[in-house]
Structure formats: C-alpha cells, structure tokens
C-alpha cells in the first residue's frame, strides 16, 4: 500500500487540489445571495482559503515539472510564489475565523493588522536566518511555510471551529435547527485541519521532527500526510454544500415575507375601495339629507346647527379620503427611507439641541427593499439617538444609510462617553432588546460597539436580494446624497 501510495503521489496531490478547488467554488456561487446569518455572510472567507489553498496544493505538481524545461532562476521564483501563497491562503483561513465572532472593529482591524505583519516578518525574516546557513529555496519555503502553519493555521482552525460551533445557536433561532448538526461537524473537521494542516508541516531545518514532519509521519504511518489532508478537504467540502442549504432556506423565507406584503397591499387595497365606495358614500349621501332638511327651514339656530354638521361630515369625509390615499402609499423607498430618517434626525435636534448629521448613499442602487423598512429603521434610529443623549453625553452624532443592490446599512456614530456594551446586554433593557427585534424582522442584524470613553457605533445591516453586480452600481460622487 505504501508502495502505491508513493508512486501516485502527484495523483493524491492533484486530488487535494481538486477537493479544495470544488469547496471554494461551490462557496463562491453563493457570494451574492442575500443572508443576514454571519455564518453564511463568512463563507466567501472560507472560499477564499479554499480556492488559494488548492493552487499551492497543485504548485507541488507544477513546479517539478516546470523544473525539466525553465531556468533554474525561473523555477525559484515559482517555489517563492508557491510558498507565499500557502501563507495567503492561512491568511483567509484566519479572516473566516474572526469573522464568526462579534469582535469590535478595533479588535478585528487589529488582528488583522497582526497577521498581516507577520505574514511580511516571517517571508523576510526566513531569508535573512537562511543565507547565513546556505538554506535553498525550498528550505525558505519549508521554513516559512512551517511556522506559518504553527503560528496562523493552528489559530485560525481552532478559531474556525469554535466560530461553527458557537453559530449553531444563531441557527437555532432562525428556525434552521436542521442545519446545525453540520455546523457542528464541521467544527470537528477544521480541528482535524488544525491537527493534519497544521501539526504536521514540511520538513523544515528547525521543525521538531518525529511524527510533527511530514516525512516521519511517511515514515511512521506508512502514507503521505496529504492523504490525510485530502480527506480532511473533502469532508470540508461536503460540509460545506450542505451548509448552503442556508441560502434556500432564508430564500423560502423571504419569498414567504413578499407574499405576505403583496397579501397586505390586497388587502389594504380592498379595504381602501370598500371606504370609499361604502362608507363615504353613506356619510355623503346622510349630508345630502341634512342639507334638504335644512332649506326647508327659515333662519334658525337649526339651520345653523345643521350646517355645521354638514361641514363636519365633509372634513370627515376628506379625511377618509387622504387616509385611503396613505393606504396606496408606503414609505418603504430608498427615498422615502432616508426622508423618514432625515425627520427623525431634525427631530432630535429640535428636541435635544445636539447636532445630528445624516447622510444617504446609494439611493439608485438599492434592491428590493422588506416591507415596514421606513418604520422599523426609524424606530431604531430614534431608540439610537436617545441611547446616545442619555449615555453619551454632550456629543455629535452621525447617521449613515448606505444602500447597495444586495444590502442595505444603517450607522450610528456619536463621539460621546461610550458604554460597557456586555453590561447593558446583561441588564435586559427593553430599547437594545427592542432595536434588535425590530432588525430581525427586517431579516437583518444589530451589532453595537462600544468602548468607554471612545464613543459607540450601531450597525444594522439588512440584505436585500438582487442580481445586480457591483460594478452596476453607480459612482460614489453621483449618489443621491440627502443632508440634515
């Protein structure tokens, strides 16, 4: 078997590609489908590793070949490459990790930040420990690659893991209980990742040896490491798909919410024809009568009385006309949004005295929106403004409203106090509780962050489904911009 093993050696290698390759195009796909999961919004991450992770894996198989025909400068930058890449795709592998958690943005842009600096410390910092030791090219890149792995892909797998795990709650809410056995074992496949990936590297000048290189663990097991490895990738990948399913599920349930909105405007539309030809019919025709009996009177208190009835009946009647008018309407537009929004803001200001700026994007660009966005977002918007009078402090705020073909976001910034936002989670208050209800409804999510004495950030982001590409989209400096 071992025999077997060797000799096809570039056919596992191949196939280890090609289970990587299938798993990030299988999750690009679904890139653009509308969630509001952080699970399935994370997934292009995971993509990402995936697709840079196969065309290492297959730089095994290429750059040996190339070796027969290309300069021998040639073929190490292509082992430079190839190593570089192993180490970028640990890096995508890291952002799926962080992404499954609610860090705050400061905590997010600084690990990132981190590993990105390493990723740089570790390239050159391998060449300058190298060439006073004559290391070859592909001793750099096993070294690099090596402790990459012991210092990114461990972390990042394990941070993977506990990410999926910690999701199956989040699914279990959204009534998506079927999928969160996958989750949980895909959880238990990148800690195999972390164990195959990341444990066992190449055979490095400084690696620890035994069973943690790959050419003991041939040695050892009697089969390459990337056997192991191929398996891992593909259970990853039929995990994967399965988690997909996600996608079908919130496409049920928004197709089920346009439903109940074109049930709605029925409704309201039927409701605003019966008003009209029922009920203001019968209070005209009731004034037509009083106005009878009154011209068989001469001049009297009657009369008069009678007339100011009359006049009541037809403000009446006007304002059952301008409320059926309101039936047909709704404020559910990108315009209409952001004019709801742009009230609610010169409200505050009238009421509070501190200043509030707000600002739309992207009013063109917009998909189809959830109905009772107008209404909700405002709500939250007010709830915000009022949280941040009362714990910020003497502060300005700032509103953004975003809209894109495939979400739309609502920010709220101000620059006061800040707040220990665990704390106010704990204590239960009915405003958070309120706002984040407000945002599922919407099929979206809330996300606050704040820190003591640096201010706080609301994010509410709602997906919305549409086709339309980013490139579509028109310029920053064209949007529609609406200003208080």
């Given at each position: ?107 997010f842009l600084g690990i990132t930040a981190v590993s990105v600096v390493w990723f740089f410390v570790v390239i050159f910092g391998m060449v300058a420990l190298g060439d006073p030791r004559g290391w070859t090219v592909e001793q750099w890149e096993s070294s690099a690659v090596a402790l ?166 037809n403000n009446v009647i006007d304002g059952i006309r301008a409320y059926i008018r309101g039936l047909g309407e709704t404020d559910d537009t990108p315009l209409g949004i952001a004019a709801t929004l742009t009230e609610v803001c010169l409200q505050h200001e009238r009421d509070t005295g ?131």
């Amino acid at each position: 078997m071992r025999e077997i093993l060797e000799q096809n050696e570039t056919v596992i290698l191949f196939l280890n590609g090609l289970v990587f390759f299938a798993l990030g195009f299988a999750l690009w796909l679904q890139r653009r489908r509308a969630t509001r999961l952080r699970l399935t919004s994370s997934l292009v991450w995971l993509a990402a590793f995936a697709f840079v992770e196969a065309f290492a894996v297959w730089g095994f198989v290429f750059v040996p070949i190339q070796e027969q025909t290309l300069e021998p400068e040639a073929v190490t930058l292509l082992i430079v490459v190839r190593g570089v890449i192993q180490m970028l795709a640990m890096l995508f592998l890291l952002q799926f990790g962080l992404r499954l958690f609610e860090l705050t943005r400061q905590a997010f842009l600084g690990i990132t930040a981190v590993s990105v600096v390493w990723f740089f410390v570790v390239i050159f910092g391998m060449v300058a420990l190298g060439d006073p030791r004559g290391w070859t090219v592909e001793q750099w890149e096993s070294s690099a690659v090596a402790l990459f792995r012991y210092t990114v892909l461990i972390p990042a797998a394990l941070l993977g893991a506990v990410g999926l795990w910690r999701q199956r709650e989040s699914l279990g809410l959204a009534g998506l209980g079927g999928i969160r056995p996958y989750t949980a074992a895909a959880a238990g496949v990148l800690l195999a990742l972390a164990v195959f990936g990341g444990l066992v590297v190449p055979d490095a000048p400084w690696a620890p040896g035994g069973l943690f290189n790959e050419s003991n663990w041939l040695e050892s097991v009697g089969m390459q490491i990337n056997v192991a490895r191929v398996f891992v990738g593909l259970a990853l990948a039929i995990l994967a798909i399965k988690l997909l399913e996600i996608f079908e599920v919130e496409a049920a349930l928004q197709l089920e919410a346009l439903n109940r909105a074109r049930l709605v405007a029925e409704e309201r539309a039927r409701f605003g024809r019966d008003l009209h030809d029922g009920t203001i019919q019968s209070i005209y025709a009731a004034g037509l009568q009083l106005e009878a009996a009154s011209m068989t009177l001469d001049e009297s208190p009657t009369r008069d009385e009678i007339g100011r009835v009359v006049s009541g009946l037809n403000n009446v009647i006007d304002g059952i006309r301008a409320y059926i008018r309101g039936l047909g309407e709704t404020d559910d537009t990108p315009l209409g949004i952001a004019a709801t929004l742009t009230e609610v803001c010169l409200q505050h200001e009238r009421d509070t005295g501190r200043q509030v700026r707000f600002r739309a994007l992207g009013v063109d660009a917009a998909g189809p929106l959830p109905v009772e966005a107008s209404q909700n977002l405002g709500q939250i918007l007010r709830e915000a403004l009022s949280n941040s009078t009362r714990h910020g402090g003497n502060c300005k705020s700032t509103v953004y409203l975003s809209f894109r073909p495939d979400e739309m976001e609502l920010q709220v910034r101000d620059n006061g106090a800040g707040m220990d936002v665990e704390a106010a989670e704990r204590a239960g208050g009915f405003g958070l509780r309120n706002m984040k209800e407000r945002a599922r409804r919407l099929g979206g999510r809330l996300n606050i962050y704040s820190e003591i004495g640096n201010g706080s950030r609301l994010i509410v982001s709602i997906p919305l489904d549409s086709d339309v590409l980013d490139d579509e989209q028109p310029a920053a400096d064209t949007q529609e911009k609406v200003t208080a």
